[in-house]
């Protein structure tokens, strides 16, 4: 069965850190790139980070850029995002998704993913 569910999402302090994981069943992950995208209350889904399925080349959303690291391991179908320095502005519905490609690069904007988690919400008080 395929499933992308999502896990370690929580409410934190300004500064602090969380790590959310991505478990993936039903997929063989090397073949599909990886995203991390969010969604605050009022505002439109914003794609945070992506990791691409060839080479893993990545790429961040400026707001995120030296405090959010996405990271894959495909031997256990998992996607990481750890999150460091966390402010207020990062409260959100965080969601993984998965896109088959065989591509060395990955796009932020890009919105046609073929798979998504269920979500798990982070939210980072002052």
């Known amino acids: 069965q395929l499933q992308l569910v999502e896990s370690g999402g929580g409410s934190v302090q300004a500064g602090g850190s969380l790590r959310l994981s991505c478990e993936v069943s039903?997929?063989?992950?090397?073949?599909?790139s990886l995203w991390w995208v969010r969604q605050a209350p009022g505002k439109e889904r914003e794609g945070v980070a992506?990791?691409?399925?060839?080479?893993?080349?990545?790429n961040y959303a400026d707001s995120v850029k030296g405090r959010f690291t996405i990271s894959r391991d495909n031997a256990k179908n998992t996607t990481s995002l750890q999150m460091d320095n966390l402010n207020p502005e990062d409260t959100a519905v965080y969601y993984c998704?998965?896109?088959?490609?065989?591509?060395?690069?990955?796009?932020?904007?890009?919105?046609?993913?073929?798979?998504w988690g269920i979500g798990t919400l982070v939210t980072v008080f002052s």
């Open positions: 998704a998965a896109n088959g490609d065989s591509s060395p690069y990955c796009r932020l904007d890009y919105d046609g993913m073929d798979y």
């Open positions: 039903g997929l063989i992950l090397d073949y599909y």
């Open positions: 992506c990791i691409s399925s060839l080479g893993g080349s990545t």
